[in-house]
């Protein structure tokens, strides 16, 4: 046999002989299984957990139903729900007053958690101590700083023990029951908002200062720049990042506010401590108003998908621009 | 004069701050410390009082005559199962413990699982487009109320019609531990994904390509290599949805009554009740409810921050 | 041992062509070096060798086999990635054992060979060490030994050295090549930097946009690039450039450019008269002479670098960018003097303005 024919039928010798291409499949295939296998199971679970109640929420917001009669025996109203809802005072009082709270507490939580963060940012000795004990609010089960405040504001409680000598004077019985005013309850609600998640903001902006680079301050330093100028000037725009991530993520957390109105107020005085959110559970669970609670819940959800989408946008607009900056 | 020109026009700060400021930081840091650790430590010391300190004025700061009356009462077993009733007092922890305990454990569990599996595709197949990664945190945005509302049509209307429909059975998710299970896996899984993709992308996917060209299958590298190398991670993200789910309050509220409670709830129970509040159980069970919360979540506290770090650290 | 066939690779990303359809013959035992800019498509080359990538079209042979469908991990390679993936989890032993503890060879055999290995490669005393601890160095010969304990027939090498300081470097080069004489293994490096490729090499592959651009050894390459390409790219300081074109003048043909001319060889193909060119020349062919020699030009000095064993000149010739010459070190230049320069015509490289393919 000449060499090239002995070449040749060693050449296709080995070809036939390769099982390797199963192997190689076996590969892909298994491949195949690790893509899509998990993305399916949690899409999965997403839409039979969420996306059908959805569904059937849509339903339900368009019948005229009442707890009363079986589901069964429901007819169809139409938008009747929608009008409902939207002509409703509570519904929007509620709505107006998530705002306020939601406001209010953000801004102190961005003010007291920028500031400790900076303090702490300053500070050498115990720093890891104080960044442990600001971090232990967050931590805490919400429900129970709920009733933690519910019993620092009792009329028998600490609080007044301590205003005590400064209101005494005047006349005024200490023992004040705070949660019995609404102006008072109200904002006992969003100091307890305010103890619990200053935390989250400290936490946010103490990584911005840590990200900040000594090398830009100390050139500012040499140029003679003040520090306040440096402050004002270099600081804190290098902090923006930090500023809009703690401002989208507190404002869309703190309007769910749920935890502390139920556990302190129950919605009152009155309906002056109403949330949103406090306001529609109590439409379903306390007036069994199935039909309206789901049109509110539907309307809800459209409103705070707008919010959703502009913080998304704020934020990836933000870490496109510092990523930009990052790599300048 | 040439001098003005070099000396600065105003004393530079810095050397007469240096004695004032530190104690300035340190007051206000400590006051702030102080606020923090308050509404705890008062929780604490009520656990230990006798009911005739509960509401006594003015509040004693530490329990004189301190007792575990409180807790002796709340760990109570009661046979009879009266405590669960809706109406009366209860006293007994540990139904909702045990129902705390297998909810969460579950639900983070199940959701550790599925959402590693679907990280690492994300991580080394880019499943579901360059997107995907920050959509699914989204989920994470409806607030609960929202959810809360179908979520009871479906578990106790639609879930029944249809398996009796089906099945011939009327299985309700209502008021069951796996129907929360089950909400709690849903709604955690975006954390799980997002937490498990920053740890698995830092594992790097030479490792996995090395192990390949020596001979080794997809399930043996991810055993030996990349498994050992977010298994610290697995611990913290599991930890950190843990806590999420035993701090739920709004969705076990609305979706148990009267078999399952969870502790968020049994404690709200309390909170509710028409005559002579008992402060002192109560407090017991919040210190139960938290303090091994706050324990662990110091734990994986250097994690939690270099979580929220957002990418703004340089690396 | 093992040659190795490259045919008609072609590997395309969704629009983009990484490697063009080529073919090469790695000789058995040989130590070919693959190099080129970033995104040249050496890399992606190496990467079908080992079979991590599937090739779009194309054979690929090693031995007598076709390996084209195989798994890597049956196609007996070892192979060195550029951050070493060494398994920071693991002891170096475990590192050196993984291959073959995949195979599941005895525990005794295990340690046997581990051992010789981690011997051979001067780390003993890592054994017990996570590569963690280990200095640069030290990871490099872990890698090292991790890819020989298992005794493939060819070892791949992606840019092994580029996380290495210089020193370090330059050290690892002279290793790598005794290694290969011990072994007699076929190696097939990647690098960019053309300095490795010239001193490692018994011959080099020089790859651009996804095409093989020459193939041979490394004085062939420096002596006679084949392009423009290649000869910009190996010799430190880069080949001076001068744009032009061939005119015909009685015996010899010449080169004209900008203030420059040059006599080219006689045997030059005379239809390359009137053709656009560039020619090229090397700094140390660039000779600084005295201002009455015949055929000297002038130029304007701009930058003198001392070497220690030559200097070079950085000087304005009258065309576009800068023109340098490697001088005898006892030649004292200074910014600003004239220098007056001849061009070896001998070593002088003609190449078509536009293709950049060699013309003489």
């Known amino acids: ?82 009008e409902q809802v939207l002509t409703d005072a509570g519904f929007w009082a509620a709505l107006g007053r998530t705002f306020y709270f939601a406001g209010a507490a953000v801004i102190l939580e961005l003010v007291i958690g920028f500031v400790l963060a900076m303090l702490v940012h300053r500070v050498v000795r115990f720093r890891r101590i104080y960044i442990t004990v600001f971090l232990i609010p967050m931590m805490v089960v919400p429900v129970v700083a709920g009733y ?12 007044n023990q301590l205003l005590a000598p400064f209101v005494e004077p005047f006349g005024i019985n200490p023992r004040i029951r705070w949660l019995s005013d609404p ?4 904002w006992a609600i969003i100091l307890a908002d305010v103890w619990q998640w200053t935390s989250l903001t400290f936490l946010i902006f103490l990584s911005g200062f840590s990200a900040l680079p000594p090398q830009l301050i100390n050139a500012a330093r040499v140029m003679g720049a003040s520090r306040r100028q440096i402050f004002f000037w270099v600081e804190l725009p290098l902090l923006k990042p930090a500023i809009v991530i703690a401002v989208v993520i507190r404002s869309m957390e703190a309007l769910k506010l749920f935890d502390p109105v139920v556990l302190l107020t129950f919605g009152g005085p009155g309906t002056s401590t109403q949330t949103i959110a406090y306001y529609l559970w109590e439409q379903v669970w ?34 496109a621009a510092s990523e930009r900056a990052r790599i300048q | 004069m040439t001098d003005d020109a070099i000396t600065p026009s105003s004393p530079p700060p810095t050397r007469r701050r240096r004695s004032r400021a530190p104690v300035v930081r340190h007051a206000l840091l400590i006051g702030w410390a102080a606020i923090v650790m308050f509404p705890i430590f008062w929780m604490l010391q009520t656990s230990f009082k006798d009911s005739g300190e509960w509401v006594s004025w003015p509040p004693h700061w530490l329990p004189h005559n301190p007792t575990l009356k409180n807790y002796a009462q709340i760990f109570t077993f009661d046979v009879t199962g009266v405590a669960r009733e809706a109406t009366e007092q209860p006293f007994n922890i540990w139904g909702s413990l045990v129902d705390s305990l297998v909810i969460c454990t579950v639900a983070s569990l199940i959701a550790l699982a599925m959402g590693t599996f679907l990280a690492y595709a994300i991580s080394r197949f880019n499943v579901g487009g360059g997107k995907f990664r920050h959509m699914v945190l989204l989920i994470r945005m409806i607030p609960p109320i929202v959810v809360a509302i179908p979520l009871l049509m479906y578990y106790a209307i639609l879930i029944p019609y249809a398996t009796d429909s089906l099945f011939g059975a009327r299985i309700s998710l209502f008021d069951t531990r796996t129907g929360v299970s089950l909400l709690y896996l849903t709604i955690t899984l975006p954390f799980v994904i997002w937490m498990m993709l920053s740890f698995i992308d830092e594992v790097p996917y030479t490792l996995e390509h090395a192990a390949r060209v020596m001979g080794a299958g997809r399930l043996y590298t991810l055993r030996k290599v990349v498994l050992p190398l977010v298994a610290s991670g697995m611990v913290v993200t599991f ?39 008992l402060y002192g159980p109560q407090a017991a069970i919040g210190t139960v409810i938290t303090i091994p919360v706050v324990v662990l979540g110091v734990l994986i506290q250097k994690h939690l921050v270099k979580g929220f770090s957002f990418g703004m650290v340089r690396r | 041992m093992a040659q190795i066939v490259l045919r008609n690779l072609l590997k395309k990303f969704g629009g983009f062509t990484a490697v063009q359809g080529i073919n090469l013959e ?68 475990d590192n050196i054992a993984f291959g073959l503890r995949v195979k599941s060879r005895p525990a005794a055999e295990i340690d046997s060979r581990v051992r010789a290995a ?43 050295l580029s996380s290495l300081d210089a020193k370090l470097r330059i050290d690892m080069r002279t290793e790598l090549k005794h290694l290969h004489d011990e072994l007699s293994g076929t190696f097939v490096y990647v690098t960019h930097d053309q300095a490795e490729a010239m001193t490692m090499a018994d011959r080099i592959v020089v790859m651009n946009g996804g095409r093989i651009e020459q193939l041979g050894g490394p004085l062939d390459i420096y002596r006679r690039p084949a392009t423009r390409f290649v000869a910009g790219f190996f010799g430190m300081p880069t080949m001076n450039f001068i744009d032009g074109e061939i005119v015909a003048n009685g015996k010899a043909p010449e080169f004209h450019g900008p203030s420059v001319a040059a006599e080219l060889s006689a045997d030059l193909d005379r239809s390359l008269a009137g053709r656009r060119v560039v020619l090229g020349v090397r700094s140390e062919h660039v000779a600084a002479v005295a201002s009455d020699t015949a055929g000297a030009m002038s130029g304007a000095v701009s930058v003198v670098e001392p070497l220690g064993d030559a200097t070079l000149v950085f000087f304005d010739y009258g065309g576009e960018g800068r023109m340098v010459a490697k001088v005898d070190p006892d030649l004292a230049f200074a910014p600003g003097d004239d220098i007056h320069f001849r061009l070896d015509t001998g070593n002088c490289h003609l190449f078509d303005a536009e293709s950049g393919v060699r013309l003489n």
């Open chain 2, 239 to 277: 930890l950190f949805v843990f806590i999420l789910n035993w701090a739920e309050f709004l969705l076990a509220l609305t979706l148990t009554h009267p078999n399952v409670s969870t502790l968020p709830v049994l404690l709200n129970k309390f909170q509710s009740a028409s005559e002579g509040r």
């Open chain 3, 118 to 160: 981690a011997q051979a490669m001067h780390i003993l005393p890592l054994l017990d060490k996570r590569p963690g601890q280990c200095s640069g160095g030290e990871a490099q010969r872990v890698a090292l030994a991790r890819t020989i304990v298992t005794k493939p027939s060819v070892y791949l090498m992606d840019e092994p």
């Open chain 1, 286 to 319: 306390q007036f069994n108003k199935f039909s309206f609670g789901a049109a509110a819940s539907i309307l809800l959800l459209i409103i705070f998908s707008v919010l959703i989408f502009t913080g998304i946008w704020a934020l990836t607009r933000q870490s």
């Open chain 1, 1 to 82: 046999m000449t060499e090239a024919a002995a070449t040749a039928r060693r050449e296709d010798e080995a070809r036939r002989s390769a099982r390797p291409r199963r192997r190689l499949s076996a590969w892909l295939a298994q491949e195949r299984v690790f893509r899509w296998i998990p993305f399916i199971l949690v899409e999965g679970t997403f839409v039979l957990v969420i996306i059908v109640p959805f569904i059937l929420t849509i339903y339900i917001s368009f019948l005229r139903w009442r707890a009363n009669r079986p589901f069964e025996q429901a007819t169809l109203s139409g938008f009747r729900n929608y």
């Open chain 3, 26 to 93: 790695i000789r058995d035992g040989e130590f070919l070096i693959m190099v080129g800019p970033s995104g040249c498509g050496k890399t992606t080359t190496l990467n079908m060798i080992s079979g991590l990538v599937l090739p779009t079209s194309g054979q690929i042979l090693i031995g007598d086999r076709d390996v084209t469908d195989e798994e890597p991990g049956e196609r007996g390679l070892g192979m060195v990635f550029q951050d070493l993936a060494l398994f920071p989890h693991m002891s170096v032993f």
């Open chain 1, 183 to 186: 102006i008072a309850a109200q």
């Open chain 1, 148 to 159: 933690n405040f519910s019993m620092i504001y009792l009329d028998s409680g600490p609080l």
